[in-house]
């Protein structure tokens, strides 16, 4: 293993392992003996500083496989090796991908994933984004996640397209389709913001939760969800400010983003 990346986390079982790893890049200074005027005044070789933007400017998932298989979203691979089969899995309930396209327009997500198994591991791209490893106990336990949130998923789990039935949800910026996880197994989800300022909030059935779109992340399946204007009426809505919003109510949670919007 390569010294210049690190494993930060880990989650599997069942001959699934997804392990999430950060790059630790280092800063250099890079001398010359070529003296600048003002270098040369001064007695002094100069030096040209290069820094990387942060510390640790990238992550990277790898997948290893010991007889089991895992789905990953298309495009996310960057090498494999191994005895590995790959094949092609379309999503339940998600329709061809014309039809999903059209249904669903300004999607991030495929109405497809990338499925590996055997024996062996698979690395995806390098991101400066930011990644989710957990898991779910099943059989009931179920997650809807934003709209281009899905990374990668035991292909235990039961991966399909949840459908948002109501007329505002065609208009919401977040798309009327949303990848929904059901089962047992290990997930990795991919979010905006580090882990550490992602916000959980749980609802006991009394409260009502009502949060903006964008800042939205992922929720427990199993909450009534609504989504619509702020307020009720065309002109209201306008003077509100607001664009459509997420109604939560029922038992349930529901992770946030709120620093989405500070880059």
């Not at 300004?106 to 898991?135: D, M, N, P, Q």
């Not at 990795?188 to 749980?202: F, M, N, R, W």
Request: with cysteine.
């Amino acid at each position: 293993m390569s010294d210049y990346r690190v494993k930060i986390d880990e989650q599997g079982a069942g001959g699934v392992r997804f392990e999430l790893y950060q790059f630790a890049r280092k800063s250099h200074a890079l001398s010359t003996a070529v003296h600048t005027l003002g270098a040369a005044a001064a007695g002094a070789s100069p030096s040209i500083h290069l820094h990387p933007p942060h510390g640790a400017t990238a992550r990277q998932v790898r997948i290893v496989l010991e007889g089991g298989a895992a789905l990953l979203e298309p495009g996310a691979l960057q090498y494999a090796h191994g005895r590995l089969q790959v094949d092609m899995q379309k999503n339940a309930g998600a329709g061809g991908f014309l039809k999903r396209a059209m249904t669903s327009a300004g999607t991030g997500e495929s109405a497809f994933a990338t499925r590996y198994s055997g024996h062996g591991e698979v690395w995806t791209e390098a991101t400066a984004k930011h990644f989710i490893l957990a898991a779910m106990d099943g059989p009931g336990d179920a997650l809807i996640l934003d709209d281009g949130a899905f990374y990668a998923c035991d292909a235990n789990i039961e991966l399909s397209t949840h459908i948002h039935r109501s007329v505002q949800g065609l208009l919401s910026g977040n798309g009327l389709m949303q990848p929904k996880l059901a089962g047992r197994g290990a997930f990795v989800v991919e979010a905006p913001v580090p882990v550490d300022e992602i916000e959980v909030i749980e609802l006991d059935g009394q409260d009502e939760l009502i949060v903006d779109g964008d800042l939205m992340l992922m929720f427990s399946a199993g909450l009534q969800v609504e989504l619509r204007p702020l307020v009720r009426g065309l002109r209201n809505a306008m003077r509100s400010g607001e664009g459509l919003v997420y109604v939560f109510r029922g038992k349930g949670t529901v992770w946030l983003t709120p620093t989405v919007r500070l880059g």
